[in-house]
């Protein structure tokens, strides 16, 4: 998102705020917080805490829930469709932007969608798009925007565009992690996110891919450290390397064998070419590849911004008409790398 903004800043003031309900869904929302149920999801605790502190470092506007100073906008661009501030998107344009894998749609997904309006239930990124709410939807991959349509998107609605935090995988190779010619298994905040995890059966699992060849361990940034490494320690060869944060792009980019669960990283080593294992199956995960284009994909997510915000009609029929602008990866090159 915030490479987005710096691309719009041009035309438009950007602010920046959490994800957030408001309007019909506001009484649930907040019972769901003070209870503490959203305390392991990226609207509550620490991971709310970094994304406030990345806010903080790059001195970005902070209008949280349009509270803090209540301006109408002009434009929302969003990365969920699940929980959406409902008032104020129903009154302003909006483009959502895919952020990285859903996760699976299994049984109590379908169920969710089948018998109620509240994609929220499912506690994961399962059924975004099933609102159908946002005008314009930018998706990583023609693959995924079959996925979507499948989901309760509009046909009309979708765009392939990329995205920018998976658009460019080949640039990782040239990377300062140290050790390179391992397997690396990166785990998921399963757990913390109120899914069953056999993690002893996982980690033996990982441990027979190995096949005596170097381990490293990355935990998902939502686990519970402490007990995370415990397991390893436990159940994982002696000598297996552990890291609780860090760089996984990176690590994967080193690696001769990539292990995940439910992870958004299968990606890179897919589009590395290294072989991978996952919960999710392999074969679909490659449909869905998010399309490389050279780190150009805030560039085109900009452009859709830039030109529907002066378009006077809705999301689709904006696609109708719409035509790209040119783009080049040097000068978002360059824009990253003042950050």
């Given at each position: 998102?915030?490479?987005v ?6 035309e438009?003031?950007?602010y920046?705020?959490q ?7 506001r009484?649930f ?6 209870n503490?149920l959203?305390?392991t999801?990226?609207v509550?605790?620490?991971i ?5 502190k990345?806010?903080?470092?790059h001195?970005?506007?902070n ?6 100073l ?9 990365c969920?469709?699940?929980i959406?501030?409902w ?8 483009v959502f932007v895919?952020?990285g894998?859903?996760?699976p749609?299994?049984l109590w997904?379908r169920?969710?969608?089948r018998?109620?309006?509240f994609p929220?239930l499912t506690?994961s990124t399962?059924?975004n798009?099933?609102n159908n ?5 930018c998706?990583?991959?023609p693959?995924?925007?079959?996925h979507?349509?499948?989901?309760g998107?509009?046909k009309e609605?979708?765009i392939?565009?990329?995205i920018p935090?998976f658009d460019d ?12 010619g391992?397997v690396?298994?990166a785990?998921?905040d399963?757990r913390?996110?109120f899914?069953?995890?056999n ?5 033996r699992h990982?441990?027979r ?9 990355k935990f998902?940034?939502n ?5 995370a490494?415990a ?5 994982a060869?002696?000598g297996t390397r552990?890291y609780?944060?860090?760089?996984t ?6 690696s001769?064998e990539l292990?995940t669960?439910y992870s958004?990283?299968a990606?890179?080593?897919l589009?590395?070419?290294i072989?991978v ?6 074969e679909?995960?490659?449909r869905?590849l998010?399309i490389q284009n050279?780190g150009t ?8 911004c830039r030109?529907f915000g ?5 999301g689709?029929?904006f ?8 783009v080049?990866?040097?000068?978002l090159?360059a824009?990253?790398a003042?950050?």
């Amino acid at each position: 998102m915030h490479r987005v903004a710096q691309l719009l800043e041009d035309e438009y003031e950007p602010y920046f705020s959490q994800l957030y309900y408001d309007g019909w869904m506001r009484g649930f929302y907040e019972w769901l917080l003070r209870n503490e149920l959203l305390k392991t999801t990226i609207v509550q605790g620490h991971i709310k805490e970094k994304a406030d502190k990345y806010l903080a470092e790059h001195r970005l506007r902070n209008d949280f829930e349009n509270r803090v100073l209540g301006h109408d906008y002009d434009l929302i661009v969003c990365c969920s469709d699940i929980i959406v501030p409902w008032p104020l998107l129903a009154k302003t344009k909006s483009v959502f932007v895919q952020e990285g894998m859903t996760d699976p749609l299994n049984l109590w997904a379908r169920l969710v969608k089948r018998f109620t309006n509240f994609p929220i239930l499912t506690i994961s990124t399962a059924l975004n798009g099933m609102n159908n709410c946002c005008d314009v939807y930018c998706v990583a991959s023609p693959g995924y925007a079959e996925h979507f349509q499948k989901i309760g998107v509009d046909k009309e609605k979708l765009i392939v565009t990329g995205i920018p935090n998976f658009d460019d995988i080949e640039k990782l190779r040239t990377n300062s992690f140290p050790h390179r010619g391992y397997v690396l298994v990166a785990t998921t905040d399963m757990r913390e996110t109120f899914r069953p995890d056999n993690r002893k059966k996982f980690i033996r699992h990982a441990t027979r891919i190995a096949a005596g060849r170097p381990m490293i361990f990355k935990f998902h940034p939502n686990e519970n450290m402490e007990r995370a490494t415990a397991e390893v320690k436990k159940y994982a060869p002696p000598g297996t390397r552990i890291y609780t944060s860090g760089n996984t792009e990176e690590m994967i980019a080193n690696s001769v064998e990539l292990v995940t669960q439910y992870s958004t990283v299968a990606y890179v080593g897919l589009a590395l070419g290294i072989p991978v294992h996952s919960y999710f199956d392999v074969e679909d995960l490659k449909r869905k590849l998010p399309i490389q284009n050279g780190g150009t994909s805030a560039q085109r997510i900009a452009d859709i911004c830039r030109q529907f915000g002066r378009f006077e009609g809705s999301g689709s029929a904006f696609l109708r008409q719409y035509r790209p602008a040119a783009v080049s990866a040097a000068p978002l090159a360059a824009k990253a790398a003042a950050l």
